[in-house]
């Protein structure tokens, strides 16, 4: 029951529109119907030059004749393509300490409501714009190491990009890129000791105050370092389960 479903509405498992016309029916699947298809937005292009007519008329494919009953979506937005490149190169090539000023002194300058926002409110800001810049670096990475094989299976089924990268792609994109994930989870909690720098009280902070209290910098230093150490050691053993616990057999080193 489940294959017949499947082969009778492939596109609608997966909430997949077609861009034109119509999915395909169980009249369609019937022996002796006529011999239907549904074209990818690409071919559309290519070939047909985007006839939005297409639809309803007879072509020839293969040297086999065909009544075209849909088109699929399938070119992707570069547009967002290019805002993400751009997003990226701006926010890697800035320091993290320079972006948190920014944020802090020259935003609110800008926004005049941003005044009342709270140091730590902007610092969680800050770090989360930087981090977010280095994860999609990274999971860029990790999806160019997919063959491209399948994204265009995707795609030729039908759907969209964006489902294509959530029901193909990012489901083994985000296996690979998991250890990296790890270091960058790592990352943030090391990175938010520069938020001192703009009045938020956290352990380097506190460590500060605390030894100029007690003339025992040392040792308050050497405790900042303890409990950073154990901060991120704990994100790294649960990401280590999750890694294991995720891991795809026999697919990029997985067992």
């Known amino acids: 029951v489940v294959l017949d479903f499947c082969r009778r509405q492939p596109f609608g498992t997966f909430g997949a529109v077609p861009l034109l016309g119509r999915d395909f029916t169980a009249d369609d699947d019937r022996v002796g119907g006529p011999r239907v298809v549904i074209l990818s937005g690409g071919l559309w292009q290519r070939r047909f030059g985007a006839d939005r007519s297409i639809v309803g008329r007879s072509v020839e494919l293969n040297g086999v004749p065909w009544l075209v009953i849909g ?96 029901f193909v792609l990012l489901p083994v994109a985000l296996r690979v890129v998991l250890p990296t994930l790890t270091s960058e989870s790592m990352n943030i909690v090391k990175n938010s000791s520069v938020a001192y720098a703009i009045g938020v009280v956290e352990m380097i902070s506190f460590a500060t105050q605390a030894g100029e209290e007690t003339s025992m910098h040392g040792t308050m230093y050497l405790g900042a370092t303890i409990l950073y150490f154990i901060s991120a050691f704990t994100i790294n053993r649960l990401a280590a389960v999750v890694e294991k616990r995720t891991r795809l057999a026999g697919v990029f080193g997985g067992k």
Not at 76 to 105: D, E, S
Not at 108 to 120: A, Q, R
């Open 71 to 166: 088109v699929m979506r399938t070119l992707p937005n570069k547009a967002v393509v290019a805002f993400g490149a751009a997003w990226t190169a701006l926010v890697r090539t800035i320091p993290i300490l320079l972006q948190l000023l920014i944020w802090y002194h020259l935003v609110p300058d800008l926004i005049p409501s941003l005044k009342t926002v709270p140091p730590v409110a902007m610092a969680c800001v800050g770090l989360g714009l930087f981090t977010s810049a280095r994860i999609g670096q990274q999971v860029k990475a990790g999806i160019s190491t997919i063959p491209k094989g399948q994204r265009y299976a995707g795609l030729a089924m039908g759907l969209t990009l964006t489902q294509t990268y959530r």
